[in-house]
């Protein structure tokens, strides 16, 4: 059964692979969003935010230290400004003195705001007792989440969830970005209507404006790209290549020397968001999210090279750390075989960059990861990445279940989640978890295995090809980008920038340019091997304004 019959065949087979089954799973355009008003809680928060716009209100936006809860509280602060609100400033934890979301210490550290009106966005479902905290002062609170809820819900004055119990939002999948995105198009709806705009003289806003951030948000949190999460994804590609992006979105891209006109998800996800987070990791995000605010194109580039400079301690910082972490994992690998799960920590690791650890770590052994650094005194902050098949807060919350109150914080989702435990607990937490995890997967799930779109026909290696590709997406988390297999002659292979093999491949008498990004040195160049099985994905690489087609070699093996 073939997607459409206008489609190219190689598009139709991807995406079939993709289980997309009619054309209308591929529409982009914003006709086809979603509409907002299955999102359970939405109109008990538009009745409270409409009334604070109006009464001129002091709105509090309570952000988190990642991209999703930068570009989330960009968007809360952008609309509602737009929408005539006057007072509306944000306050983002610092993960250092507060941790996650909106924690009674923060409510005191918001004091000096004197706030109405706290409104979370990326955070808040699991914070009952700041909510508590809020609700003493008088402060009226709106959570705007997207992370799983606990078996209670705080006392709110209004939740909006998709993940919550009972909400019947087709799609389960919104980033924290989504979420307030969504509020804010009720809203401005429910102004509009009700004559807001016209009595106020402002200009009706369009919301469009705010997708090249909601983009960048969706694409960060590594949530899955169904249908609803690419059109908003797409749409915020089209604007920003479009040059209709926020200066501090065009400044980053510009940086990291990506072309704007042809910026993809990767860029997104590599260029952006990864400046973005360092702000998050090592400081504070607030420096994010001005470059995510501010108009000026020229403060926008004066924030991103600081942003850059930020990656670049965070790159080193990591570096260190993988190599104390890979070093102990050896000796293990050594006297026995590695747990199913692994817990990892150590006294000096930075507690802002634990999670790319975990990341990494997972990638390099595809296994569930844990990684715990100093927290405040006598705590552990835990940062928790898993594989396909192993629903990493499950798992916290079975732990929890096993030894009430170990687990002193925990929250997130099936890939990822954060925690904190008492120093003294690490070598109860670490057996709970080696426990659990063992009982849950089997030898078979621990196998990498490298899904492919089969091979490439001779005279599909073309840019005709490798621009329908990239034009096929967004592609993203689980919608991923097309990847292909073949066997390969080398031509020649070169090590570039220390670390990358730069290769010429021969194949069906085509002669191909390729890439294989982070490889280790010590195993290649590898100049007795002629041949190799690659799985790759078709690029186009531009130089000096040429086109030529461009292999990226993601996994590959000596033959």
Same mark, same amino acid.
């Given at each position: 059964m073939i997607v459409h019959p206008d489609l190219h065949p190689l598009l139709d087979r991807v995406y079939r692979a993709r289980q997309i089954q009619s054309v209308q799973e591929l529409e982009r355009e914003l006709e086809h969003l979603l509409p907002f008003q299955t999102l359970l809680g939405i109109d008990q928060a538009i009745v409270i935010l409409a009334k604070a716009v109006r009464e001129n209100k002091r709105i509090l936006i309570v952000g988190d230290f990642d991209a999703d809860g930068a570009t989330s509280t960009a968007v809360a602060v952008r609309a509602l400004r737009s929408f005539g609100a006057q007072h509306v400033q944000f306050l983002v934890p610092n993960r250092f003195a507060f941790g996650y979301g909106l924690t009674p210490e923060l409510v005191v550290a918001a004091k000096p705001y004197a706030p109405d009106i706290i409104v979370t966005v990326d955070n808040g479902i699991a914070n009952h007792a700041g909510v508590a905290a809020a609700k003493a002062l008088?402060?009226?609170?709106?959570?705007?989440?997207?992370? +799983?809820?606990?078996?209670? !819900?705080?006392?709110?004055?209004?939740?909006?969830?998709?993940?919550?119990?009972?909400? +019947?939002?087709?799609?389960?999948?919104?980033?924290?970005?989504?979420?307030?995105?969504?509020?804010?198009?009720? +809203?401005?709806?429910?102004?509009?209507?009700?004559?807001?705009?016209?009595?106020?003289?402002?200009?009706?806003?369009?919301?469009?404006?705010? !997708?090249?951030?909601?983009?960048?948000?969706?694409?960060?949190?590594?949530?899955?790209?169904?249908?609803?999460?690419?059109?908003l994804v797409h749409q915020g590609l089209r604007r920003i290549r479009a040059g209709q992006?926020?200066?501090?979105?065009?400044?980053? +891209?510009?940086?990291?020397?990506?072309?704007?006109?042809?910026?993809?998800?990767?860029?997104?996800?590599?260029?952006?968001?990864?400046r973005l987070n360092a702000a998050g990791r090592l400081d504070d995000m607030s420096l994010g999210i001005e470059c995510l605010l501010t108009d000026d194109p020229i403060r926008a580039r004066e924030i991103a090279r600081l942003l850059d400079q930020m990656n670049d301690e965070r790159r080193s910082i990591e570096k260190d750390m993988q190599a104390q972490a890979l070093a102990a994992l050896n000796k293990i690998n050594l006297q026995d075989a590695l747990p199913k799960g692994l817990c990892l920590f150590d006294e000096t690791w930075h507690q802002g960059v634990i999670g790319i650890l975990a990341s990494r770590i997972k990638e390099r052994f595809h296994r569930p990861v844990i990684v715990l650094a100093p927290g405040q005194e006598g705590e552990l902050k835990g940062s928790a990445r898993s594989i396909a098949g192993l629903h990493i807060r499950d798992v916290l919350a079975r732990i929890d279940v096993m030894q009430p109150g170990l687990l002193l914080k925990f929250g997130g989702h099936a890939m990822a989640a954060g925690l904190t435990i008492a120093k003294v607990n690490l070598a109860t937490f670490t057996a709970l978890f080696t426990e659990v995890v063992e009982g849950l997967l089997s030898d078979a799930q621990l196998q990498h295995c490298v899904y492919s779109d089969g091979e490439l026909l001779a005279d599909e290696f073309n840019l005709e090809v490798a621009t329908l590709l990239r034009d096929g997406g967004p592609w993203g988390q689980a919608f991923p980008e097309p990847l292909f297999d073949g066997v390969f002659t080398i031509v020649e292979q070169r090590i570039v920038g220390d670390k990358h093999l730069k290769l010429r491949l021969s194949k069906d008498n085509n002669v191909l340019e390729a890439i294989a990004f982070f490889v280790d040195t010590a195993v290649w160049p590898n100049h007795r091997c002629q041949q190799i099985h690659a799985a790759y994905r078709l690029d186009i690489n531009e130089y000096k304004g040429r086109k030529t087609v461009q292999l990226i070699v993601d996994y590959f093996e000596a033959l």
């Open positions: 008088g402060i009226q609170v709106v959570i705007t989440d997207h992370h +799983l809820a606990a078996a209670t !819900l705080p006392d709110a004055d209004a939740i909006v969830n998709p993940n919550q119990p009972d909400d +019947l939002f087709p799609s389960k999948h919104l980033a924290g970005v989504g979420v307030i995105f969504y509020v804010m198009l009720a +809203l401005r709806r429910h102004l509009l209507e009700s004559g807001w705009f016209a009595a106020q003289s402002l200009s009706e806003p369009t919301m469009a404006r705010l !997708l090249d951030i909601v983009a960048l948000g969706t694409v960060a949190d590594l949530v899955a790209l169904d249908k609803n999460n690419r059109i992006c926020v200066p501090g979105i065009f400044a980053l +891209l510009e940086l990291a020397g990506r072309e704007v006109t042809r910026a993809t998800t990767a860029d997104l996800g590599f260029a952006v968001a990864a």
